[in-house]
């Protein structure tokens, strides 16, 4: 393990933003610590940082416990939210400044300035302000200013939170390829999951002050073993008292239900494909017909439940108030004690996922 | 109909703020050159010239270099503190940094009269210290009074400057400064300093034009014609000499502050499009 | 921590930075090849007379022996001057208004006792007296004392409480209604009463009063000393004139060496000097030149055109001495207190 956190707890007066925090990553890996607003993920980042200091437990970097090593000896590159760019320097001169303080000769600075200036693709830019910047183009500056010392770990705080839309995919994508070209082991926080499925080759998720799960974004996303998770990835709708339901029997019972788009079908009754399945169709009646850009989200109602799923715009036409076929491949089921992933009785033996 | 209304409603201020200043300022400063220069252009000269109003500038400059060099020192390090810190009694600093501004001057001079005058409590203290290091130092009655009271009555003019922008500026960039390993010294050479300069600048002007026109304060602690006079005192003096040539002399003199003064406003002008323009 | 390194190294640098200059500043007091520096804090008025007379001894001392004197005057109520002493002012000498103002610096412990003794004529090189000053004309014919009362008679005389004339003002007021009303007090308090209730502006010294007299153009009739009378009838002739009441008090501004300060500075020889000085012949005349009556009689007799002579003077004896009178009038709830406090 290349950077750990052992048993970290911290509190602010009353607020807990750490419960024992523990995980460890391995070197060169991309991490995401990810959580909803306030779950205490940039506490954490910061205290791996030593930005803040844990009340208990352990930061330990390349196996050397670090707690009383002040942050600026931490060998850490931090790119704060809102880019920090000191702004009444120029883009070279803001590179520049972590090998300045070191005291590095300066040809050799002159010469790693110009690589990273490069590296982020900011050729001729070098003698801007950050106020002539972008948004993209500040971020950059400050992945540049944050790498340009050389430092073992790189710690991001929401790096895409102050930028467009439209910019922050290509952002994304950017500073994915940037990263795992330096080779440089890296975490960020981010409260977007979309971001952290994207961008991350792990995620940590925290609530809380807890750690919920941790693993990589595939596995999160099928099988989640907390409650919270469950909920927290994906797009779901949690559901109480769904009784009747083909294929469950009592299993859903009293117990909270989360279902995803993607675990329910909603075809016309003459769909040959689901020929076979006929038997555990459930009756729906469209109530609700959203364009969602690159398809349709259709909300039904079924067994006096409502559940969304979505229609590629490949497919037929659909009206509100249209009776449909649906079928429920599988639900999470959870209670106080666990989560489990429930499949449709009926429909085993036949291979879903070939659909 | 409305646009009309507004309009002449508009012009009406315009009229009554450009009235207020010709009388409240413009006319006055007008009397002031006009009666300089009643004598002549010689006695003018000789007004300015004279023995005490060389003293008086002396001193005016004096006091006034000292209480800016000062009070920027102190006035960083007062609003570093307020502004970066969190600590008890922080709002009591901030408060004391602007009793300068609430209490007239002269309490401020006969306070310094109650603390370092000869019968005042430090005097003993100030005695032993004298003797310790072999000085005559007098705290009132002195130029080291005038000084003294004049750093007391300018001493929130660039505490006051300098806060707001550091509150805007927040601790981020700072910071990411200390992440990367910069001192403290550094960091206050490298960000923190070019984004407060031009604030820092107007603060200073504010602060000697200020220092200059001080009366109150001053005019408690000093009473030397000559020797611990200041250049508005100086003009005092001549004004109740009493004769036709002093008060023209008063003038003169006043003229001199005038002239200062409208130094300081042009500095100030600059400084304030400076800052405009450079603003990040 | 290192913050805090760098705030305190640069508190104790500028501190000693600051204490460098002062004390720079502050030996002003050193004697360069010879020069000696002199202060002496005298009352309102005597500005111009004291100019010229610094002059003179100037001349006198490099003639007797041969050194620079580098004189510095200091001006101001007479009263508030002998607090400024008291409470630092390092004068070598006093020239005040009035010998309570005096007594009150012995009383501080810096002049020793039988200070009085130490010059001629009970240390009063010059007197004065009181008179009134009013526009060319004398529309509201103001004339004497009970002209004063009169409605609409503005009145410009400086506060008790801080100069020497304008006790000076008062005790004569005083001895008018004395002699009006043969001594009954609340009479007299009445008179005083109602001339204080015509009074428009109260300075805080008597040269105060004479500006706001004379440049600002406030009030009808300045009570004044006569030498500030006669020195504004030669600066703005035409434009004033001069009236003698009938009953007025013979001023005594008296002058003293502040021992402890001489002591300190080592100046009383030449303090000494400086004020035995002010009784010579030239020195006596020059008194008369600025209106100041000389003590001297047979210099004073030079200037019967200058002075009336004839004026009715009572003294300060007539109120008991200074101390009494002082008592009894400008003391903290005395008679003054009680008139202005009802106003």
């Known amino acids: 393990m290349y950077v750990e956190m052992k048993e970290i707890c911290k509190k602010f007066g009353d607020y807990e933003a750490a419960k024992q925090i523990s995980f460890g990553i391995e070197k060169g890996k991309l991490v995401a610590l990810l959580g909803p607003s306030g779950s205490g993920k940039t506490t954490i980042l910061r205290m791996l940082a030593g930005l803040e200091r844990q009340d208990r ?16 000896e931490r060998g850490i590159g931090f790119v704060f939210q809102n880019y920090a760019l000191f702004r009444y320097m120029t883009v070279y001169d803001n590179i520049a400044f972590g090998l ?33 910047l972008s948004g993209g183009q500040r971020q950059r500056v400050a992945f540049a200013r944050a ?7 790189l710690l991001l705080d929401e790096p895409f939170a102050a930028i467009d839309a439209k910019v922050r995919k290509d952002l994304r994508k950017w500073l994915k390829d940037m990263i795992q070209k330096v080779g440089i082991t890296s975490i960020f926080v981010t409260h977007d999951q979309e971001e952290a499925v994207e961008v991350a080759d792990d995620i940590i998720i925290i609530n809380e002050g807890r750690l919920e799960q941790m693993g990589s974004p595939i596995a999160i996303y099928k099988n989640p073993k907390t409650p919270f998770v469950a909920q927290f990835i994906g797009t779901s709708t949690v559901l109480e008292n769904m009784v009747g339901f083909k294929g469950y029997d009592d299993a859903l019972d009293g117990k909270k239900v989360i279902v995803r788009p993607e675990f329910v079908e909603a075809f016309k009754s003459d769909n040959k494909k689901f020929a076979n399945m006929m038997n555990a169709v459930e009756e729906g009646v469209i109530e609700n017909v959203v364009f969602r850009g690159s398809y349709l989200e259709l909300t039904l109602l079924v067994n006096g439940v409502r559940l969304t799923t979505n229609r590629s715009l490949e497919r037929r036409h659909v009206d509100i108030g249209e009776k449909m076929c649906v079928l429920l491949y599988r639900v999470y089921l959870f209670d106080d004690k666990g989560a489990e992933i429930r499949k449709n009785q009926l429909l085993k033996g036949i291979d879903v996922e070939a659909l | 109909m409305e646009e009309r209304s507004s309009k002449i409603a508009k012009w009406c201020l315009i009229g009554i703020s450009v009235a207020f200043f010709l009388l409240m300022l413009i006319v006055p400063l007008f009397e002031v050159l006009y009666r300089a220069l009643a004598d002549g252009l010689e006695a003018y000269g000789t007004a300015l010239g ?6 008086a500038l002396k001193v005016t400059l004096l006091a006034t270099v000292i209480a800016v060099v000062v009070n920027t020192v102190f006035g960083l390090i007062a609003s570093w503190l307020v502004t970066k810190f969190d600590f008890r009694g922080k709002n009591v600093l901030s408060t004391l940094i602007d009793i300068p501004f609430s209490i007239s001057p002269v309490i401020a001079g006969l306070a310094y009269i109650m603390t370092f005058g000869r019968t005042g409590w430090a005097k003993p203290l100030l005695d032993g210290i004298n003797e310790a290091l072999g000085t005559d130092i007098a705290l009132v009655f002195s130029v080291p009074a005038v000084v003294l009271a004049t750093i007391f009555v300018t001493f929130p003019f660039i505490s006051r400057e300098i806060i707001p922008l550091l509150y805007a500026q927040g601790r981020d960039e700072e910071e990411a400064a200390a992440m990367m390993g910069a001192s403290g010294f550094t960091i206050f050479r490298k960000i923190t300093f070019p984004h407060i300069r031009w604030g820092l600048l107007y603060g200073v002007i504010l602060c000697a034009a200020r220092a200059f026109g001080e009366f109150g304060a001053v005019y408690a602690v000093s009473k030397a014609r000559g020797k611990t006079f200041t250049l508005p005192l100086e003009i005092d003096a001549l004004y109740m000499a009493g004769s036709a040539d002093s008060i023209t002399q008063a003038f003169a003199v006043s003229s001199l502050l005038v002239g200062m003064a409208l130094i300081m406003l042009i500095l100030k002008n600059i400084v304030e499009y400076r800052g405009k323009r450079d603003d990040l | 921590m290192k913050k805090r390194g760098f705030i305190c190294k640069t508190v104790c640098f ?15 007091e050193e004697k360069e090849g010879g020069t000696i520096t002199f202060t002496n804090v005298s009352y309102d008025p005597t500005r111009e007379f004291y100019e010229a007379y610094n002059e003179l001894f100037a001349e006198h001392y490099k003639e007797t022996t041969g050194s620079g004197i580098e004189l510095v005057q200091s001006h101001g109520g007479s009263g508030s001057q002998a607090r400024s002493v008291i409470e630092g002012n390092d004068a070598d000498v006093v020239t005040l208004a009035l010998a309570h103002d005096i007594t009150a610096i012995e009383n501080a412990g810096l002049i020793e006792e039988g200070w009085m003794e130490e010059f001629e004529r009970n240390s009063s090189p010059y007197t004065s007296t009181i008179v009134f000053l009013v526009h060319s004309g004398n529309e509201k014919e103001i004339n004497d004392w009970d002209d004063l009362i009169k409605e609409g008679v503005e009145i410009i005389t400086p506060d008790p409480k801080s100069s020497g004339g ?15 009303f043969g001594g009954d007090e609340e009479k007299m308090k009445e008179f005083v009463s109602k001339l204080y209730h015509n009074v428009l502006v109260m300075d805080s010294g008597a040269r105060g009063a004479t500006t706001t007299f004379v440049e600002n153009g406030q009030g009808d009739v300045l009570i004044a000393w006569e030498n500030e009378a006669l020195l504004t009838l030669q600066e703005y002739p035409g434009e004033y004139e001069l009236v003698t009441p009938g009953i007025s008090i013979l001023a005594e501004p008296s002058v003293a060496v502040v021992d402890e300060n001489a002591d300190k500075n080592g100046t009383q020889e030449v303090a000494k000097e400086y004020l035995n000085y002010l009784y ?10 600025y209106y100041y009556r000389p003590s001297d009689e047979t210099v004073l007799q030079e200037f019967a055109d200058t002075f009336d002579l004839s004026v009715n003077l009572c003294t300060i004896d007539d109120f008991g001495g200074w101390d009494q009178a002082y008592e009894d009038f400008f003391a903290d709830d005395a008679v003054f207190d009680e008139i202005y406090a009802a106003q």
């Open chain 3, 14 to 28: 500028t501190l000693l930075a600051a204490c460098t200059a002062m004390a720079l500043t502050g030996c002003g």
């Open chain 2, 50 to 55: 004279a023995k005490t109003t060389l003293s």
């Open chain 3, 280 to 289: 010579s012949e030239e020195a006596q005349r020059m008194a008369g030149k």
């Open chain 1, 100 to 132: 300045k303080v070191q005291k590095a000769d300066k040809q050799k600075i002159h010469a790693r300035v110009m690589e990273m200036v490069s590296l982020i693709g900011l050729e001729g830019l070098e003698k801007r302000y950050p106020n002539q």
């Open chain 3, 166 to 180: 304008a006790c000076w003002n008062f005790l004569a007021a005083w001895q008018y209604a004395k002699t009006t």
């Open chain 1, 57 to 72: 437990g352990d930061v330990v970097i390349e196996g050397k416990v670090v707690n009383d090593v002040p942050a600026s």
């Open chain 1, 147 to 153: 790498i340009a010392p050389n430092p073992q770990l």
